[in-house]
């Protein structure tokens, strides 16, 4: 099956800096890769997705890119805020969608 | 447009008893995946099902844990003889016809006494 793997597993910055979390998976099967933010007592919401077909994707201070040959995609949040702080998970799922399978998470703190 | 809502939001059990968690998903999904959460840990994928079907149940313990998603009303997972080891947060999700697209509900606190 499928192995998601995340880094880092915390990540501290300064307010205003950037944070990047990257994921590698290893079925090839594999196609469509969003990225979830889990704030504290909540469920994880949907942030950011991709296809295979696109190498990135950006929306507002927030992108994602995928590299379909090193099976590996990253999540990129600039001007980075108090608020971003939370746990963002990766995912990758295979063309039949049955399957979500979700990285170990990565937990921002964003320092004001 | 509601979310994926479950509840309770919290629960608690005493060892041996059952546990009852439901979820209904947004309107317009008929996928309902379920996913168990410990403390400071990851998503475990636990079973995916579709309308009175159990599609994958790969991530379910063999014992004491089942889950259906009737014709009508709300997925239930339904944990029996509860253990300590039970204490998590459940997690539901769903997505629409096409499977893609996964969102969460905000859980079910579990705790076990």
């Known amino acids: 099956g499928e192995n998601v793997e995340q880094h880092p597993s915390t990540l501290s910055v300064q307010e205003g800096d950037s944070a990047v979390i990257k994921c590698t998976y290893s079925d090839s099967a594999s196609n469509y890769f969003p990225w979830y933010k889990q704030e504290l007592g909540k469920g994880p919401q949907l942030i950011i997705d991709i296809r295979s077909n696109v190498g990135e994707k950006k929306d507002q201070r927030i992108a994602v890119t995928l590299n379909k040959t090193a099976k590996h995609f990253s999540l990129h949040i600039t001007e980075t805020q108090p608020e971003d702080s939370a746990v963002y998970f990766c995912a990758a799922s295979p063309n039949n969608f049955n399957k979500f399978y979700f990285g170990s998470g990565t937990k921002l703190n964003v320092k004001p | ?113």
């Not at chain 2, 479950?6 to 995946?33: D, I």
């Not at chain 2, 099902?49 to 089942?66: A, T, Y």
């Not at chain 2, 080891?85 to 016809?97: E, L, Q």
């Open chain 2, 1 to 113: 447009n509601a979310g994926v809502m479950q509840n309770p939001r919290h629960l608690v059990r005493r060892r041996g008893q059952e546990a009852r968690l439901r979820c209904s998903p947004m309107k317009g999904h008929s996928h309902v995946y379920w996913y168990r959460q410990l403390p400071e840990e990851g998503l475990k994928f636990m079973v995916y099902l579709q309308k009175e079907n159990i599609i994958d149940e790969s991530g379910m313990p063999k014992e004491r844990f089942s889950a259906e998603f009737p014709k009508e009303g709300p997925s239930i997972l339904r944990i029996q003889q509860v253990v300590r080891g039970d204490s998590a947060a459940y997690f539901c999700a769903s997505s629409p016809p096409d499977g893609e697209k996964l969102f969460f509900g905000s859980g079910t606190q579990l705790s076990v006494l």
